[in-house]
């Protein structure tokens, strides 16, 4: 029935359709409700929305309002005769309020807007004024392109009349009455078309300006010495009322050099649904590591044991006289241990804490003149990284190093069993190799998105398969 190509088109499509589900960006920066709504208030003030509002034209939106409706045309000439001017004499935008919508990729904004209308007239010494309260509605979407990566967009905004309310603040003649009444019949269908008009324009500036504002402080790239870590947009999601930024990152060396990417991936274990904290940034487990390995590359120690350590050398030479007497009365005052790691750390996040792993080569010299060691040992190593903020830093500490298996790879003094120098051999690690590994990461990273957000105090939290960053709010 289908011929071979219908099926291998199945699979392809199936195959693509399961592989988007599941890919997973190496990092997010999840923006909730509190943040927008912070940003965008700002945003509105960088513009003067509220001084657009005090120059709304209350008089000609009346006028236009009434054209080509022959009684309210008549209305308003009338009402015209009496009014020798009338403007909003106060206008405050009160608290925006950021709410998920019914609909999949979309959120609401709403902005409250509270003035109050002043109007002059021959018959009555003082002002006539009108609180006038009302309400803006936008909608802020995920827009997918063709060409190019999503974005987010600022649509329907609009002032409905359901949202205005006019009333008097003044008690007032009979005749001040009626021209009152008359000019709020005529603001109900003018006042939210003419707050459309002038102030949407400015709600999309104000959007716009928060739109790159958040790419920046997403994008803002992270110093490590050496080089840096660098993000891109890989694409954007609305979840409840949360803006997520899915993120792709770049390691540079010291001149620039891409040294690792970081794409989305199948294997990602990270969680990313937002939790209701104010924002987040998500790292995935491999960036992670990528950041460690970056801070704490391979390399090779040398130690003159006796000198460092004298009690640990001892220690040394006692377990080596079980092995062979002999050699262990060849150790000198400067016996060596040399250590080379393979590579950085590895780390592991789960929900119960961050561990290191690490393989290195150990190998035991009985003079530093000697090139041909007693033996050589590879070594699997496991510690407890914790990660954690101190200020705007991201810091990390090792400890706890523990050995959990010893081969015996080389050995010229006679074959032995390594797990009798463990004890020893953690000591000495625990002296040397951890705290030189923790002099490079002493300094920790810069990170300065949180005080950029606002906030002082953070945390970094272990989840599985990623750190996360969250804003301490006291
Ligand atoms: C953004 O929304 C406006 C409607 O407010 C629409 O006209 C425009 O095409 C949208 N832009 C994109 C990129 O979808
Ligand atoms: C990640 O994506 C970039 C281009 O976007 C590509 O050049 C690179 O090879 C990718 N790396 C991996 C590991 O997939
Ligand atoms: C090391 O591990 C022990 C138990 O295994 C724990 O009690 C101790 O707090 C750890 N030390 C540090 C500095 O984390
Ligand atoms: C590990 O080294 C630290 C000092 O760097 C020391 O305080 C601690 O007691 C040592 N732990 C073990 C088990 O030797």
Known sequence: MFGPWIVTLLCGLLGATLVQANLGPPAVLNLGPEIIEKYLTQALKNHDATAILHELPLLSAMQE??????????????????????RVTSANILQLVVQPSTYDQELVVRIPLDMVAGLNTPLIKTLVQFQMN??????????KSKSGPARLNLSDCSSSENTLRLSLLNKLSFMVNSLANNV????????????????????????????????KLATA??????????????????????IMLNLKAKLLDSQARVTNWFN??????????????????????????????????????????????????????????????????????????????YSGPQIVLNEDGATA????????????????????LGIETNYEAQFYM???????????????RIKLMISDIKLFNPDILKSTLTKILN????????????TGVPLSLVRALGYEKSVLSVNKGALKLTPVSF
């Open 65 to 86: 309002g009434s054209g080509g409706i022959p009684i309210l045309d008549g209305l308003m000439r009338s009402i015209l005769r009496y009014i020798i001017w009338m």
């Open 134 to 143: 009302t309400e803006i509605q936008a909608l802020i979407r995920v827009e």
């Open 184 to 215: 709020m019949n005529l603001l109900v269908p003018a006042l939210p078309q003419m707050v459309k008009n002038h102030l949407c324009p400015v709600i999309q500036q104000a959007f716009d300006d928060m739109y790159s504002d958040f790419l």
């Open 221 to 242: 790239p992270v110093g490590l010495s050496p080089g840096a870590l660098t993000f891109d947009l890989l694409s954007l999601a609305i979840q409840d009322s949360n």
């Open 264 to 341: 989305s991936s199948v294997t990602s274990l990270m969680e990313t649904t937002p939790d209701g904290a104010p924002f987040s940034l998500l790292l995935r487990q491999d960036l992670v590591n990528g950041v460690v390995n970056t801070l704490v590359p391979k390399e090779e120690l040398v130690i003159l044991l006796r000198f460092v350590i004298p009690e640990i050398a001892r220690q040394l030479q006692e377990d080596i006289k079980e092995i062979n007497a002999e050699a262990a009365n060849k150790l000198g005052p400067t016996q060596m241990v040399k250590i080379a790691t």
């Open 357 to 376: 792993a690490q393989s290195i080569i150990l190998e035991v010299f009985p003079t530093n003149t000697d090139v041909r060691p007693f033996f050589s």
């Open 390 to 404: 101190e200020g705007d830093w991201f810091m990390l500490n090792f400890n706890n190093i523990s050995i959990d």
């Open 431 to 442: 002296y040397t190799l951890l705290p030189n590994e923790n002099g490079k990461v002493r």
